[in-house]
């Protein structure tokens, strides 16, 4: 489908963006993919992630991946001056996003009551480890605290094994993702009543709301999910395989796709068998299930088993590791990684939000800013604050 390249869908959207770390900042990076001018108001001694991570030279790398396309602006938020200049920045934007642990906003005089007052169609959006009530709500949280309290680790892992963490920070992914999806809804209501409003989004919240296997199995079975390892806990053969050279995933999630497997591997008859007549039944002897399958496969290298799964139409796939999936053509074909070129780091891959918006500009590829790179152009475009006053504040350590 060809269309006419237009601007970016959020072209013209300012973001005022108090979040470091990680979760915040991945909400915030994802409007800027999509054009929204965001203005990373930042401690004179800079987001906390700056020197987290992975870090090359002086730089940390994990900041430059998850601050692209921002401005970054040094305001000392202690300050009533500083607090001030950020007032004023907020009565500008359209969007207001903040991850302090609750209560913080107020004191600093930057909450959603404060803000709105002088700018009724603000959309504000808190993001914290628990959201902004409730018995944990001023407990600090890391995405491994979310993961263990949700529920995820207890059903990630072998059944003999321990707990296991997720490999990768799902708790602070998801709160964005549900945080930027949040803020386009409530952008969308105020086109509607000319009104912002207040969003409170929670890494518990999230990552809870991202099992819907696992509650299911509780909410309507009564039954309570237990880790079963490298498979489906629902369905069978589906998850992980053994070949003669490595590992395969099959996903076989149907009686047609079940006799499509039998048939590839040569084992027809299997279809007779009472045991395996129906994705439930298969799902309880899944260890006869994979007896079969591996009896087959472990003979054969994975080019030949793959071959011939692909062959029968049955889901399955070698299992690549992170390099290999970036340097896959189905990565380069999809454009999900962005060239920048950082001061400092030189040139760079960025990962932008992967929703293709047909008949608009491709994602912005900017690379993240030096701190307080932007200061003097977004308080002179914005605020209007001449040289000699950007300097005034300077001298006071206010920015």
């Known amino acids: 489908m060809t269309a006419a390249r237009g601007a970016p869908l959020l072209d013209g959207l300012v973001v005022l963006d108090f979040t470091r770390v990680l979760a915040g900042p991945y909400c915030t990076a994802m409007l800027g993919d999509a054009g929204a001018r965001v203005v990373k108001v930042e401690s004179l001694q800079g ?12 730089e940390s790398a994990s ?4 601050n692209r396309n921002k401005q970054s602006v040094r305001i000392d938020l202690g300050r009533p001056e500083g607090q001030r200049l950020a007032r004023q920045l907020a009565a500008r934007a359209d969007v ?17 009551e404060a803000l709105a007052a002088e700018n009724p169609r603000l959309v504000y959006c808190s993001i914290s480890g628990f959201g902004q009530d409730g018995p944990n709500a001023a407990k600090p ?43 386009m809804a409530a952008l969308f209501a105020r086109e509607r009543t000319g009104r912002g409003r207040y969003l409170d989004v929670a890494m518990f919240d999230s990552l809870f709301a991202v099992q819907p296997t696992a509650l299911t199995q509780y909410l ?16 069978s053969p ?20 079940f006799a499509a497997v039998t048939h590839a591997i040569g084992r027809p008859d299997l279809l007779a068998d009472e045991r395996f007549r129906t994705d439930q039944r298969r799902c309880q002897p899944d260890q006869a299930v994979r007896e079969y399958i591996e009896g087959w496969s472990r003979s054969r290298n994975l080019a030949t088993v793959l071959a011939a799964f ?15 999936a970036a340097r896959s053509d ?8 962005a060239p920048t070129r950082h001061a400092k780091h030189g040139e760079r891959w960025v990962v932008p939000q992967p929703v293709k918006f047909a008949g608009t500009a491709p994602n912005l590829a900017r690379a993240a800013p030096e701190l307080g790179a932007d200061t003097d152009a977004v308080l002179g475009e914005l605020l209007g604050l001449d040289s000699a006053a950007r300097a005034a504040l300077r001298a006071r350590g206010v920015i």
Request: aromatic share 8%; charged share 20%; net charge negative.
């Open 330 to 337: 189905q990565a380069s074909a999809r454009g999900l990684l």
């Open 47 to 58: 987001d906390d992630q700056r020197r987290m991570g992975v870090v090359i030279g002086d």
């Open 141 to 183: 949280a890391y995405d491994v605290v979310a993961q263990a309290l949700s529920g995820l680790m207890s059903i990630t892992g072998e059944p003999e094994g321990p707990p296991t963490l997720v490999g990768e920070s799902l708790g602070d992914i998801c709160a964005g993702m549900f945080a930027a999806w949040g803020i």
């Open 310 to 324: 692909d062959s029968a139409g049955v889901p399955a796939a070698p299992i690549l590791g992170v390099d290999d």
């Open 63 to 66: 900041f430059a991946m998850i």
């Open 238 to 257: 589906f998850g992980v395989y053994a070949a003669e050279d490595g590992h395969f995933v099959l996903a076989a999630a149907n009686d047609k796709l």
């Open 96 to 112: 207001v996003v903040e991850n302090f642990k609750p209560g913080v906003a107020r004191k600093l005089g930057i909450d959603f």
């Open 220 to 235: 309507y079975a009564g039954v309570v999910p237990r880790r079963v390892g490298n498979r489906h806990p629902l369905s």
